[in-house]
């Protein structure tokens, strides 16, 4: 039996086409919402393209597909997918119908041309080329299979070609050094092209792939701003011998633009502290801490716009133009562009759907927060790896499945290497003061640190199992937490709020938590109700309470990536 469905001459997709038409996703609906869904595209039902019959159609593009003529501009695995695609619609052109290329070439020239707002680089689309096929009258004298092939075949590669870059970035982030581990997104690209591909409102499918969260919109919004503000020229430096008048000057003409869209966008010096809404999971030290920045803000209009800029900049607040403050101050706009492109693309990296209760850690700002419904139900500080001989945490996801009370602190064979066991041969007695001994594990000799008030690992330990040994735990050393810069741990997450953390998890009340945290049962697991994602990421600017922030680069992973996306970043 041919490819076309005979009498009715509409296409027989294939098993996997069927496959993927049964999934209620967010391209295909809106947002699997319950919304009505929008009508189905057919490709091939058409009789006629531009007065050629269909069925010569397929074969052209077989042949064009199949020729290995690859355009420079696709990569290899590109056209592997263009071939996998057409495979999957028996080789009906996928953009042409009756009178040509119209509304969906239209909507996919568009995107790409509004790709450069997203961060992404275009140089290498073939923007002449797509919008030739797009212009093209309607000529039945001179239209041919095979010029119908080669422009349908252009307009696919050029489609396969946006929705990777959308769907999961045009950085592979293992080439760059991110140490990012949150999956490649491969399969539900392929799937998503092909649901995209379906849609009768190809504008809305191709506006779906990018990230739909506030945090990736408020990015993109930063972006523009910033984009405008380096075309103009950006910002004078600021130096120390400015009076102090134009100091004020300089500085709030400097941070001004970049708030200009914040909801912490007040002269207000407790408003531009911009912790309010946590109010909710503030601890003692978020309620003295900001009350003493309050007070630095009160002593002049400088120290406030100072404390303003040095909030939303991961600075400590001192209302002092040190030089950490002096050094933001003068990071230049075109700067802010790049570093704002490269986290739109982190984004990107990330599965578009993060469940609807999930942590997530992010390491440059040394927060962690807790989801439920959408909804932030709980944020507390943490401790993460220092750059320092391999102790920096990666950017991973998994799923937390115990919390132990009591945990033992089984030393790592290189902490046991490097720092214990050397301390524990030129001292005697340091095992003992500090609560360790010796034990076997499978026939080898560790230490570990029994369980108590001293363990590193404090009173709760959270496991996820994952291949980094990574995991969230309690921590002895609470004056950590008090600290602009949070990178010191060997890897691990220590937390700030850990009761608060089990309570999350578990279901428990504070009462029940603190009977496990100092109770007598040692070394207790006790499982989840039900698994919980989390999410260790890596932003260096990033949504806090509505409000734009900056974190340090911690790691330094910002130039490699930015590097990527510089042609992008300064069209």
């Not at 994952?466 to 060997?490: C, E, G, M, Q, V």
């Amino acid at each position: 039996m041919d490819s076309m469905a005979r009498g009715s001459r509409v296409l027989r997709p294939t098993p996997f086409v069927v496959l993927a038409l049964s999934l209620c996703l967010a391209l295909a609906m809106d947002g699997c919402s319950g919304k009505r869904e929008r009508p189905k595209y057919v490709p091939g039902a058409a009789a006629k393209v531009l007065n050629v019959e269909m069925a010569a159609i397929p074969p052209a593009i077989a042949v064009r597909v199949d020729s290995g003529a690859r355009p420079d501009w696709v990569t290899k695995d590109g056209w592997t997918r263009v071939a996998a695609l057409y495979r999957s619609y028996n080789n009906a052109p996928l953009w042409l119908e009756e009178g040509g290329a119209k509304e969906r070439a239209t909507a996919l020239l568009e995107a790409i041309r509004s790709a450069p707002d997203h961060g992404l680089d275009t140089a290498a689309y073939p923007v002449a080329a797509l919008q030739s096929v797009v212009d093209a009258k309607r000529m039945t004298d001179t239209a041919s299979a095979s010029t119908i092939a080669d422009a349908d075949v252009l307009l696919t590669s050029a489609y396969v070609a946006y929705a990777s870059d959308m769907l999961i970035g045009q950085v592979d982030p293992k080439k760059v050094s991110q140490n990012w581990h949150t999956g490649s997104g491969v399969n539900e690209r392929d799937s998503s092209v092909v649901r995209a591909l379906q849609d009768g409102d190809m504008a809305e499918a191709l506006a779906l792939m990018a990230p739909q969260d506030a945090d990736y919109a408020a990015l993109k919004q930063a972006y523009a701003r910033y984009r405008l503000i380096a075309a103009a020229g950006g910002w004078a430096p600021v130096t120390e011998s400015m009076s102090e008048a134009d100091l004020l000057a300089a500085v709030h003409a400097r941070h001004v633009p970049e708030m200009s869209d914040s909801t912490a966008d007040s002269t207000d010096a407790r408003a531009a502290l911009g912790s309010a809404s946590e109010s909710a999971t503030a601890t003692a030290l978020d309620s003295v801490s900001e009350a003493a920045n309050a007070r630095r803000a009160a002593r002049s209009p400088l120290a406030a716009e100072l404390v303003r800029f040095q909030t939303h900049h991961g600075l400590s607040a001192t209302g002092k133009l040190d030089v950490e403050t002096r050094a933001a101050l003068n990071i230049t706009a075109q700067s802010r562009v790049q570093q704002l492109a490269a986290n739109m693309e982190r984004h990107r990296w990330l599965p578009r759907t993060l469940g609807t209760r999930y942590i997530y850690v992010n390491v440059p700002s040394f927060r962690l927060d807790a989801y439920d419904s959408g909804q932030k139900t709980l944020s507390m500080r943490v401790v993460v790896g220092e750059e320092y001989e391999g102790r920096t945490t990666p950017t991973f996801s998994d799923s937390m499945e115990t919390a132990v009370f009591r945990p033992y602190w089984n030393v790592t064979p290189d902490i046991q290497r490097l720092e214990v066991g050397p301390k524990a041969r030129n001292n005697p007695g340091w095992l003992a003061s500090q609560n360790m001994e010796y034990w076997k594990d499978a026939g080898v000799t560790r230490i570990r640190q029994r369980p108590g008030d001293k363990n590193a690992l404090g009173l709760v330990k959270f496991l996820f199992p994952n291949s980094f040994n990574i995991y969230l735990h309690d921590t002895p050393a609470k004056s950590l937490f008090a600290k602009d810069d949070r990178a010191a741990s060997h890897g691990c997450i220590r937390l700030e709020r850990p009761a608060e953390l089990a309570q999350w998890v578990l279901g428990w009340d504070a009462e029940r938590v603190q009977a496990a945290m100092n109770g007598d049962a040692d070394n207790r697991s006790v499982k989840l109700p039900q698994k919980i994602p989390v999410y260790i990421v890596y932003f260096t600017a990033y949504l806090r309470d509505g409000a734009l922030n900056f974190a340090d680069d911690v790691y330094g992973r910002d130039e490699a990536l930015e590097k990527q996306i510089t042609a992008a970043a300064s069209e």
